[in-house]
């Protein structure tokens, strides 16, 4: 094993300065799921903290795929990746992405119209 793979299977400190990132968020998804309109601030800060470290934990894998792959920009791919082992995100990100790919063609052929009839 390398010093790199060595530092990369630590778990990483916390980080002090991303905090509320999500709150608006998350308050809305709590109350969609049962929650209390109006959620304790500390539930909010504990699931906004988990969320957080989640996104970053994500972001770090992926940039350790795209090193592996002797890359210095991290591609979908390799978030894609990095979700393997979790069928039902790597599904939703599959759906997202041909969502996304959907409603680009859809724009792109709004946007062509109004130049065809010039």
């Known amino acids: 094993m390398s010093t790199n793979d060595a530092t990369t299977t630590r778990p ?10 999500f709150v608006k968020e998350l ?11 109006d ?3 500390e539930s909010v800060q504990v ?3 988990i969320v957080t470290e989640y996104i970053v934990d994500m972001c770090h894998d992926a ?3 795209a ?12 978030f894609k990746f990095a979700l ?9 990100v599959e759906e997202l992405l041909v969502m ?10 709004f946007d062509d119209k109004p130049e065809a009839e010039k």
Do not use: C
Not at 12 to 21: A, E, F, K, Q, S
Not at 84 to 92: C, E, F, I, N, P
């Open 12 to 21: 990483r400190p916390r980080t002090r300065g991303r905090n509320n990132l």
């Open 27 to 37: 308050r809305t998804l709590m109350y969609a799921f049962g929650d209390d309109p």
């Open 39 to 41: 959620p304790l601030p």
């Open 47 to 49: 699931l906004d903290e």
């Open 63 to 65: 940039a350790r795929m």
């Open 67 to 78: 090193s592996q792959a002797r890359r210095n920009k991290i591609k979908v791919d390799d």
């Open 84 to 92: 393997r082992h979790d069928a039902k995100k790597l599904g939703r």
């Open 100 to 109: 996304s790919k959907v409603i680009a063609d859809a724009r792109k052929q």
